[in-house]
């Protein structure tokens, strides 16, 4: 395909999503401007874990986008651009019961089948790989080849590199449409024109694509740990529990007035020597409060994994919000109706790992190129019911 760029750009966000559409566009010679309703990462992007993972999914669309997006990663680290961001790191999947361990012999299988590299450990190769773990653990299994990165450096990153100053405190109200295309924007500050509009707006997508019921938040509370630099270089990747499994699909449980929470531990050993646990899963978008019902399961489940943990202090808590689609695939695509607009968004718990690389695919779509992930499953033509804040 010929390629063929816009002149000028309007990126709506400054998440992983949007910076990372403004870096793609900026590489292209585009003249982007990246609108923002607050600051650069201040919503799920700044509140996340950060595996850059296939660890936890199914084979399928989302498997097949999270293998490209592990890759993407992989070559701007190669590149230098991610260098001394990208921590490349196994995931430990463990069972601590029987019936962990026969969740996790199918899900083995499931990942095996796509070509993923994982290895299967007993309870005696995983006490000899990682000595931390409790004895308690009954087996693990290596998924090689991932990755951990925290996204708000991620953002800081690509827009240095794109030379950009976001557009602060300055929401997009709506959309400026005429003709099967969108002109621009209105924003607070008055009105903004370009050839292409790439909306990576996160939760704020809803109102603009003027979709009800479509999204859904998933509040995640997690914790950061003092320094412990033994402990941390003993842990040879991150632990996710056999019932991390569990917890995406249907295992959430409400107590009466509360919304429902489901908790999957997983232990992220950080280059500082910290550790990052989290977290849990709530149908709430709450994103202000942490509660100590949330963080002292999470504690006590880190410690039965890893008892070391006990000798650790707790240094902060805090909570972000996952914006879930309700088919549980992201809207990653040209919108409906109009030839020059884009949404990328609605990565729920994946858009650390897929961010970058959905942002890439909707600016090849931009610049006629071929997108670098099949897109359609992720095609917002599915919701008929899209009708652009206009
Ligand atoms: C607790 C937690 C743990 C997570 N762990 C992981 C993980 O381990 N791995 C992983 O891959 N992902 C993880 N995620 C998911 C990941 O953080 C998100 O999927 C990703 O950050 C989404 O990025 P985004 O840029 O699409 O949206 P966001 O980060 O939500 O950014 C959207 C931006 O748009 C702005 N905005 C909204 N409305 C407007 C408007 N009208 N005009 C202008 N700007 C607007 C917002 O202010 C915001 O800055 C986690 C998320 C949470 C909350």
């Known amino acids: 395909m010929k390629s063929r760029p816009p002149r000028s750009a309007i990126v709506i966000g400054s998440g992983i999503s949007g910076a990372a559409a403004a870096y793609f566009l900026a590489r292209r010679g585009v003249d982007v401007e ?3 309703a607050a600051a650069p ?115 800081h990153r690509l827009l240095t590199a794109a030379g950009m100053t976001v557009r602060r405190d300055e929401p997009v109200r709506r959309l400026l449409v005429s003709g099967g295309r ?44 003092e320094r412990a630099p033994q402990l941390n270089a003993a842990m040879p990747g991150a632990i996710m529990s056999g019932r991390y499994l569990l917890s995406k699909g249907s295992q959430k449980t409400a107590d009466a007035g509360k919304p429902a929470r489901g908790i999957g531990l997983v232990i992220d050993p950080l280059t500082t020597g910290q550790f990052l646990i989290g977290g849990t899963r709530e149908d709430t978008d709450n994103h202000r409060t942490n509660d100590l019902d949330a963080v002292s399961r999470i504690l006590a489940d880190a410690v039965a994994l890893v008892p070391g943990l006990a000798e650790v202090r707790l240094l902060r808590s805090f909570a972000g ?29 994946d858009g650390i790992c897929l961010g970058p690389v959905a942002a890439k695919a909707v600016v090849e779509l931009a610049c006629d190129e071929e997108p670098s992930i099949d897109l359609a499953a992720f095609d917002p033509a599915r919701f008929a019911g899209i009708e652009v804040a206009a």
């Not at 986008?65 to 790191?89: H, M, S, T, V």
């Not at 199918?106 to 006490?127: C, F, I, N």
């Not at 000595?131 to 080849?145: D, F, I, K, Y």
């Open 34 to 36: 990246v609108l923002e």
């Open 321 to 349: 919000v996952r914006t879930a689609v309700v088919d549980g695939l992201p809207l990653i695509g040209r919108l409906p109706g109009l030839e020059n607009t884009y949404v990328t968004t609605g990565f729920e718990g």
């Open 182 to 225: 969108a002109e621009g924007v209105e924003t607070s500050r008055g009105i903004l024109k370009a050839d292409a509009v790439i909306l990576a707006a996160g939760s704020g997508s809803a109102h603009l694509l003027g979709l009800r019921d479509t999204f859904a938040p998933r509040k995640g509370q997690l914790l950061v740990t």
């Open 41 to 155: 990462a201040a919503a799920a992007t700044g509140a996340a874990d950060g595996a850059v993972s296939v660890a936890s999914k199914r084979p399928g669309p989302m498997m097949e986008a999270a293998l490209r997006g592990i890759r993407l990663y992989r070559e701007l680290a190669g590149e230098g651009l991610f260098a001394d961001l990208f921590k490349l790191r196994s995931t430990f999947i463990v069972a601590s019961s029987e019936q962990e361990a026969q969740v996790l012999h199918a899900h083995a299988d499931a990942l095996a089948s796509t070509g993923v590299h994982t290895e299967r450990l007993s309870r005696a190769e995983t006490a000899r790989r990682f000595p931390v773990l409790s004895p308690n653990t009954e087996m693990a299994v290596e998924v090689h080849g991932e990755g951990h990165a925290i996204g708000y450096r991620i953002v």
